[in-house]
């Protein structure tokens, strides 16, 4: 029996009369890197949106095991969601359980005249909206203590900044911390994003897309940090990505979608043998083609 930390179950959504997702059932394996791959349209990003929270389904359960929490389970008959409604981890108190990792649709940092240490302090649930004083935490940080003087004060402040300064390190980017977000190259505001969650010390992070526009120095760099993540710290990855160079390369588990429906599931061998994943994938490239 495997050791899984998400498991999802008939999750179904649609957007008026279209069926987005038909009864998904996925399970994610503590420690491992699963990529979920499809053709464009295929539903990807919903299940993404609907474990995060972003949307909630129109039905399922999701199954949740922190390490220490036990196993929990939240359905549309819970008191967690609304009759009828698939409940995700972002809206059941799971953040110290499971991160996302979320590029602004701009391409630029959401905070751009954050130093880099600072960004990594922006709590998670700030959103897209820049938080007061944003380019000013260093200052006013320093003000507090100067204020406070306590001794927690001091300890807190200083471990927040030596794991700060770790994560940096781990996305090969501690000799950028004195720059300001905004002037990153697009690579580097990736993997600025993944420390900052990683600062959250989640067991599980969700990635979208994260290879999406980097060159293949950049795409190397990001598949060495996430095997570093999985290998040094056993966090749990779960991502999208059109790169099948790097999905083959660094994931134990592949989940295949098309047009809402789970179609293969297995190691990165048995899905580039499998009739329908080849069919899908030739399927929406002739599609292309016509257009």
Same mark, same amino acid.
């Given at each position: 029996?495997?050791?899984?930390?998400?498991?999802?179950?008939?999750?179904?959504?649609?957007?008026?009369?279209?069926?987005?997702?038909?009864?998904?059932?996925?399970?994610?394996?503590?420690?491992?890197?699963?990529?979920?791959?499809?053709?464009?349209? =295929?539903?990807?990003?919903?299940?993404?949106?609907?474990?995060?929270?972003?949307?909630?389904?129109?039905?399922?359960?999701?199954?949740?095991?922190?390490?220490?929490?036990?196993?929990?389970?939240?359905?549309?008959?819970?008191?967690?969601?609304?009759?009828?409604?698939?409940?995700?981890?972002?809206?059941?108190?799971?953040?110290?359980?499971?991160?996302?990792?979320?590029?602004?649709?701009?391409?630029?940092?959401?905070?751009?005249?954050?130093?880099?240490?600072?960004?990594?302090?922006?709590? *998670?649930?700030?959103?897209?909206?820049?938080?007061?004083?944003?380019?000013?935490?260093?200052?006013? *940080?320093?003000?507090?203590?100067?204020?406070?003087?306590?001794?927690?004060?001091?300890?807190?402040?200083? +471990?927040?900044?030596?794991? =700060?300064?770790?994560?940096?390190?781990?996305?090969?980017?501690?000799?950028?911390?004195?720059?300001?977000?905004?002037?990153?190259?697009?690579?580097? +505001?990736?993997?600025?994003?993944?420390? *900052?969650?990683?600062?959250?010390?989640?067991?599980?992070?969700?990635?979208?897309?994260? =290879?999406?526009?980097?060159?293949?120095?950049?795409?190397?760099?990001?598949?060495?940090?996430?095997?570093?993540?999985?290998?040094q710290h056993g966090i749990t990855v779960l991502l999208i990505e059109h790169d099948m160079g790097m999905v083959m390369e660094i994931s134990d588990h592949i989940i295949v979608l098309d047009h809402g429906d789970v179609i293969a599931r297995g190691a990165p061998q048995a899905i580039q043998a499998n009739a329908s994943v080849i069919a899908a994938y030739l399927g929406a490239e002739e599609e292309e083609t016509r257009r």
């Amino acid at each position: 029996m495997t050791d899984s930390i998400l498991r999802v179950e008939h999750l179904m959504m649609h957007f008026g009369g279209i069926k987005a997702l038909n009864d998904v059932n996925l399970e994610v394996e503590r420690g491992s890197i699963t990529a979920l791959i499809g053709p464009n349209g =295929a539903g990807k990003t919903t299940v993404f949106n609907c474990l995060t929270g972003f949307l909630s389904g129109d039905g399922g359960q999701y199954r949740a095991a922190g390490a220490g929490k036990g196993h929990r389970c939240y359905s549309g008959a819970g008191a967690e969601a609304s009759p009828g409604r698939f409940s995700p981890p972002g809206a059941a108190g799971e953040a110290d359980l499971l991160q996302d990792v979320r590029w602004h649709p701009s391409g630029e940092p959401r905070w751009p005249g954050a130093h880099l240490p600072e960004y990594t302090f922006i709590p *998670r649930d700030v959103g897209d909206r820049e938080p007061a004083g944003a380019q000013h935490t260093q200052v006013n *940080r320093h003000l507090l203590a100067g204020i406070l003087n306590t001794r927690g004060y001091r300890q807190a402040e200083s +471990q927040a900044l030596d794991r =700060a300064f770790y994560w940096l390190e781990v996305v090969e980017m501690v000799d950028c911390a004195n720059r300001l977000a905004g002037t990153l190259s697009y690579g580097q +505001q990736r993997r600025l994003e993944i420390a *900052r969650a990683m600062c959250t010390r989640p067991e599980m992070i969700c990635l979208d897309e994260p =290879a999406a526009g980097l060159n293949p120095v950049e795409t190397q760099a990001l598949s060495r940090i996430i095997r570093f993540l999985r290998q040094q710290h056993g966090i749990t990855v779960l991502l999208i990505e059109h790169d099948m160079g790097m999905v083959m390369e660094i994931s134990d588990h592949i989940i295949v979608l098309d047009h809402g429906d789970v179609i293969a599931r297995g190691a990165p061998q048995a899905i580039q043998a499998n009739a329908s994943v080849i069919a899908a994938y030739l399927g929406a490239e002739e599609e292309e083609t016509r257009r």
